[in-house]
């Protein structure tokens, strides 16, 4: 039965985010060919599991400042496909030199306020009642075209960016301001302020929202991508003043580092800045 308090959601990659520390001291001492072979063991791994682009995409990043040094952003198909991949990074012989820091667990996601309340319309329309099988199968034949309308954005490659930024988000649940009491249509239109502002940073940023209600402690991730890192400060500030984030919006830790070719994992590890990607 599709709710219509609930907008729908349309979900792509399984995602996983991975943060770690290097202990620079002891990684400085071993002898630089066990380095490079670490570091290739890494790049092999996550590889290994992905045979063409339709099998998932995942990038290194080195993080700025103190909350981790790298981080492994893995998009894949399913969760058993993550978790081959942090088996096979807890596995490598890197691992020894690495802690944990922070991880983020999420699914792609598309919201779709506005698809949402036109199915439900339509569906009226034509005379179905909300609780019937008719009005079910409707709904999930309309759902499946969507799907397929927007296969690429749920399914999307990593941009080769250089700069990214993630962190997760809440909407707010507090006593008086509480996100999920709004009703439909002023949820709707919220997100609709907030899709139009981020449209005007098309070509400057890509975003993939991930949704982790189930899943992790916050309700979504955000990851961008941007060659420029002051779009991020640009685009989150100036969301800072519509509605949805105004008065809405919870942030978690920022990350944000530099993105890098897997191959240059050993420089990395030699103390290099790794090159930006290709
Ligand atoms: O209730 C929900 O469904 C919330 C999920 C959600 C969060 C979220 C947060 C941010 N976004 C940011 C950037 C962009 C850019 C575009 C954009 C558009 C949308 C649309 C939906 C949506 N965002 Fe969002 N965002 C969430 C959901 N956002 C739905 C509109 C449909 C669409 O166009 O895809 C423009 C994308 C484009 O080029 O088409 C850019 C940023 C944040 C975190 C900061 C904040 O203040 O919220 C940045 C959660």
Redesign the pocket.
Known sequence: VHNPFV?E?LEGWSVLHLMYRVDWGRIGDAFPGDRQQMAEEVATALARSVATADDGAHALVQLLGHKGDLMVIAFRRSFDDLGRVQLALSRAHLQRYLTPTASYVSIV?????EMTAKIHRQLAEQGLSVESDAYDAAFDAEMARQRERVAN?LFPAIPATRHVCF?P?N?RRGETLN?YAESFER?ADM??E??K???T??GR?V?V?S?SIGFDDW??G?D?FADDPLVFKK??YE??F?E??ARF?E?GPFYVGLQFPPAALAAFLEGQLPPAME
Not at 109 to 113: D, F, K, P, S, T
């Open positions: 907008p959601t996601e598309l919201g779709m306020y954005r962190y988000m909407k996100w949820r997100m609709l907030h899709g502002i981020g449209r940073y098309a940023v975003q929202i949704g309700e979504w955000v961008l685009l989150i969301m800072r519509d949805a984030s919006a942030f």
